[in-house]
């Protein structure tokens, strides 16, 4: 059981519930997503919009309050359409009325591109999925934005260590909703330290250290460019690294432009190991070798994961392997991360002992890119 939908399915459940008690934050968050994408309100009122894979759907009652012409979202999930049907029903506010495309994206052959295409939190590496975002970049118009995430596999770091230690931390356990909860006593009071974090904690833990298609999330922003460059320009993303100092006038809006927002990516990848360091700059040779090396690092918490290993004494290699490309860092991260180490060292290391971490509790990466992109040649073929 290896994707997102086979796990979501076994178990009947869509874990990535918003807290929309407060609507009115709910679309400022989302509005304020969109304005840093370079999408305006007006990018999508009386648009023809898409949006793959939206789960519950929490997050298209923004786009559909803003009244687009139509509003299409592609959900292979029963029970996340379920949600969608239920937040629907009667949501209390003007919108347009979304139509619900029960099928995968791999059926899905819409007759028209449409101005705008969303998909987060979904597309990860693997072969089949590059090809699918390739498919998905088809269905944008010339001159029509495509939204989706990314996930540096440097970003991943501090959540990969809570995948294998969580692991650890259950291995005896064999009741699904049990695990889920051990891990929300363990893991708890380090998604408390994110004010801002919007999705119940269960969830959390229920699609990060307990879904098993975690490892397969990580497609780059690079990946996406490697995918789609030739086509599409970086329109902006969230979080907004990119900087632009050349004259406009110099400036042929054209995929090529591309080359200068990998640039700036690969000087801010340490940038995304811990969400609270303030940003610099650094040799991006320097970044694109630990990039590397954390990349090594996903494939061998997934090899534990699997079950391929039995110990993690090649997670923690691979793990002290990146740790020393980034000796660089801020005091602040480095004792985060080795506290980490330490965690995952100790076999006898306590669900109380990883709840009650100080300096690994407050380490998380900026694990998702949102990634904004504009169509500005025709799709191939
Ligand atoms: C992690 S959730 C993200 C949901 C939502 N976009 C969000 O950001 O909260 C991944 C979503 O991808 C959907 N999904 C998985 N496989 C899919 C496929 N082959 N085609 C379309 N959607 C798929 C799942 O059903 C799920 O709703």
Redesign the pocket.
Known sequence: MH???EY??AHAI???H?DISNLSRHFARRGALYRLLGLLPSAFEDRNVL?????????SLYVASLKPHTYTL????E??RGVIARLYSDPGFAHTKPEIVP??????DPATAFDVV??????GNSSEEIA?LAKLGGFVRLGGALVV?AQSPLGLMPNLIRKSLGLRLVAGETDFDRRRDLLVEAYGPHLATMKAMS?PHGDWVL?NPL?PAYCGIALSMMDVLDTLGAEFAVLSSAPRFADEWRWYKSLEVSPDDNAQFRDAYNRNLHNFVDHLAAPWERDPALNVASEALARTLVEAVRRHERGDVHDVAEVLAAYDAVIASLADLDQGTLDGLHEARRLLADPKTTIQQVAESSDYGRLFGRELQYFSLTRERPAAG
Not at 103 to 108: D, K, N, P, R, S
């Open positions: 994707t997102h939908l979501y399915r869509s874990p990535v918003q949006e793959v894979a939206p789960g519950g759907g929490h997050n592609v959900e292979p999930n029970t996340a099928l995968m994206l791999q059926a899905y969303i998909c987060e939190s979904w597309l699918l995430t999705r699609d879904n």
